[in-house]
């Protein structure tokens, strides 16, 4: 096991979060990596935690050059060092075992990218608790099985290739998993979830993931692991590497506000523009039918919490006529990207 291993973390106001997560990298049973701890101008706080870790921990503070957790994200891999790349949020506590777990894959499998579980968790009085049988990887997957059948026939099929796959992306240009492969150890998947997924450093070496439609970072990890994906590249999900999820409500996007919840599902809703634009072989039948089933679904909710649902609703409207004006503007020539939209700011 001689492969030396890049934490990546960015990280942006969780000060108290951050010091377990890097209790928890302390206490990792491998310890040959170092930690990049991506942060924005003027951050002092985070580097004054840095700072006391340094004696246990080899971390590095890397101010990002541009806002956007995508930003972050570029600016972490361009300036890492090791042959492996784990990327942790800033509030995802890895288990003793997350980076050696990681590490061994790649040393028994051919493979360029690795996936763990996101375990969710509480802190009570000082001691980090997790909640036992659950996953955030799978379990928001509830809907009745035979809902799911039928989903899975006519708008969450996988894309040509990614049969068999976990985590896979829809000929609809959605994020989708089959839960039912969940429990069966290690098994081929796109890269599931940001908060806890690495890759090798020579497999992104010429990326750059693209900012002209992701910039809150909710579909980091989808668009990275199609564009591996599509280069050849083989990832799997292992359930033994793990992190344990802090629950206070909010994501690394900081879906705390409901106008952060629109822009959210607009960059969600672009997807299936970006890939369409980059020729991947996507379905408009597949397409029109969720995003139809998607709305009802939200319309349904809507007395549940109606500003939350609407919001989610406008985000659909909008990514999709956003993404329909990109398309135009490419097929005329023109230069248009929904980062200059000014819904999308």
Known sequence: MQRYVTVLIPTIGRYNLLEYVLKGLK??????????????????ETAKIAERFNGSLDIKVVCQRKKGLIEAYNEGINNAEGEILVFLDDDAVPDPNCIVEHVLTYERLNVSGVSGDVIPAHISDGV????????????FYKEPKILRMFGDKFWNCPLGGQEGYL???????????????????IVN???????????LASSV??????????????????????????????????????VYHVLHGQSMSRLHSIENVFRAIMEDELVFYYLFLEGENLSIKH???SSLFNTLVHLKKVSENWRYELAILKGILFGNLTGLKWVVSRKFG?????????LFK
Request: hydrophobic share 45%; proline share 5%.
């Open 167 to 185: 985590a896979y992306i829809s000929k609809a240009g959605y994020s989708r998993k089959n839960i039912h492969l969940a429990h069966r150890g």
């Open 205 to 242: 070496k010429d990326f750059q993931i693209p900012s002209s439609f992701l910039r809150r970072g909710i579909d980091f990890e989808q668009v990275l692991g199609w564009m591996l994906w599509k280069n050849g590249h083989k990832m799997v999900f292992n359930p033994m590497a793990k």
């Open 189 to 199: 998947s796109l890269l599931c979830m940001a908060a806890n997924m690495s890759v």
């Open 334 to 342: 023109g230069s248009y990207m929904p980062i200059q939209d000014a």
């Open 27 to 44: 206490d990792q049973s491998f310890t040959d990596f170092d930690i990049l701890l991506i942060v924005r101008p003027n951050d002092v």
């Open 287 to 289: 397409r029109v039918v």
């Open 128 to 139: 980090l608790k997790p909640v036992h049988g659950s996953s955030e990887v799978v379990g």
